[in-house]
């Protein structure tokens, strides 16, 4: 997965992959990203105990300290679906949210939804859908069978 970014990258998608789910940054310049941190110290930067809080501090870092041992790619996987806007509006736009709070929600609000939204325009979680979708699926298979009875219990006529 690990490949360096070129000078030539940016507004590029970072996924990084952590155990259970993904950090997204967006690579702005110089090895540098931009990504959203827990609002304390008292929670790591990109771990799973951050997805618990309701706000999120946006943090210029260099992607070796974001990384902390994890592999990543450069994932613009949405440019078949969105028209990425032009290099300079994201880079402006991304550069213009560092150190702000802004408000964070793992369904709604999430890392991949914020650098989706500098990169096309448009807040969207891939990572929540397919989950959400794998929760709905589950449920319903529940709905389904709720009324059956265990195997070899007979129903009193």
Same mark, same amino acid.
């Given at each position: ?6 000078? $030539?990258l ?9 155990? !259970? ?20 110290d008292?929670?790591?930067? /990109? ?11 946006? =943090?210029?870092? %260099? +992607?070796?300290?974001?990384?902390? &041992? ?5 994932n613009? =996987?949405? $440019? !078949?679906?969105?028209?990425? +806007?032009?290099? $300079? =509006? ?9 150190? =702000? ?7 709604? &609000? ?10 096309? /325009? ?8 397919? %989950? ?8 319903? /298979? ?9 195997? /070899?219990? $007979?129903?009193? %006529?």
């Amino acid at each position: 997965h690990e490949t360096k970014p070129e000078t $030539d990258l940016p507004g590029d998608l970072i996924e990084i992959f952590r155990i !259970g789910y993904e950090h997204w940054a967006i690579y702005v310049e110089d090895d540098c990203v931009v990504h959203l941190a827990p609002p304390s110290d008292e929670f790591e930067v /990109g771990s799973i105990t951050s997805i618990f809080s309701n706000h999120a501090v946006v =943090k210029y870092s %260099r +992607l070796e300290d974001v990384l902390h &041992g994890c592999s990543w790619k450069v994932n613009n =996987k949405l $440019d !078949g679906t969105y028209l990425p +806007l032009p290099v $300079d =509006k994201i880079i402006q736009r991304t550069k213009n949210m560092v150190n =702000k709070i802004v408000q964070y929600s793992l369904i709604d &609000g999430n890392c991949e939804h914020f650098v989706n939204n500098l990169r096309y /325009g448009v807040a969207r979680s891939q990572q929540v859908c397919i %989950r959400t979708s794998s929760v709905l699926m589950s449920l319903s /298979g529940l709905m389904q069978h709720r009324d059956q009875q265990p195997c /070899g219990y $007979d129903m009193p %006529r």
